[in-house]
C-alpha cells in the first residue's frame, strides 16, 4: 500500500466498484475504520484527512498503516461531489465469499438466522439491511450476483461497518441457493405483505432449524420461482392503516421478531 505523504492520492487504479473482482473503494468513518480492522481485507491505498485520522488513529496503529495524507477536496475530485465519505476513503480487495454451508452452523445465540435478498437494487437499502443484520447476529446475507449493489460505496457507508461483520454470499442463481438451503435443513420464509399469516405465527410452528427470512424488491416484491421454493409465506403484522414497508425496515423488524420468538420458543422447549 502507498505509504505517507509523499504518495499521490489523485492516482487512479481500476476502481471495478460494479464487479466483484478487482479492487473496491469504500468510505465513510465507520466503513473505512471497520475495513482497516478486518485483518481478512488487503489494503491498496487508505486516503484520510487530519480529522478522520484523529478519529481512528487507534485503527491505523493497530494495523500498523501510515495513510496518506488528504483535503476534504481531493476526496471530492477522486469520488466525486455527491458521495458523502467524511475525509475517509479505502482502497481494498473484496472479501472472499463463503460457502453456503459455512452460514448455517449454529452459534451461542442458537440455530442460525439468515436473510436472503432477491435483486433488492438500492444499495441503501442493503447497506441498512446489513447494519440491522450485524446488530442483529446474523449469520449471513444471501442476494444475486446480478441485479444487487456492489459491495462497495454507498452501500458499504450506510452499512457502517456491517459489511466487515455480516458474511456475503453472491449467488448466480437465487433459485438453486434458496433450493441448497432447504438441503442444509433451513427453514425458508418469504415475506410478503399480503401472506395470510403472520410471521409470529410462523416462527411459533418452528422447530428450531436454521431460518431464512426472504425479501423481495420494494416495487417489484418477491419473483414467483423463489416464493415458491420457500417452505413458508409470512407478513409483518401492521396493525396501522399504511401496511407497506421499506425493505431495510421491514428486515429489521423481521430480525427482531425472529431474535424476541427464538428466545422465547427455546425456552419453552426446555
Known sequence: MSRGK???????????????????????????????RNPKRSLHRVLLTDNALHRMREAVAMRGIEPLSVSPRDLDRELGGDAVHQGALVETEPLEDPDLGDLVVATERGPALLIVLDQVTDPHNVGAILRSAAAFGVAGLVMTSRHSPPLAGALAKVASGGLELVPVVCVTNLARALAELGELGVQRIALDGDASEALENCLALGSGDPLALVLGAEEKGLRRLTQDLCDRTCRLHTPGTLHSLNVSNAAAIAMHTVRVLSKTNAGARR
Do not use: C, N
Not at 16 to 23: K, L, Y
Open 6 to 36: 509523499g504518495g499521490d492520492p489523485h492516482r487512479r487504479r481500476p476502481q471495478r466498484e460494479h464487479s466483484s473482482e478487482g479492487p473496491t473503494l469504500i468510505y465513510g468513518v465507520h466503513a473505512v475504520e471497520a475495513v482497516i
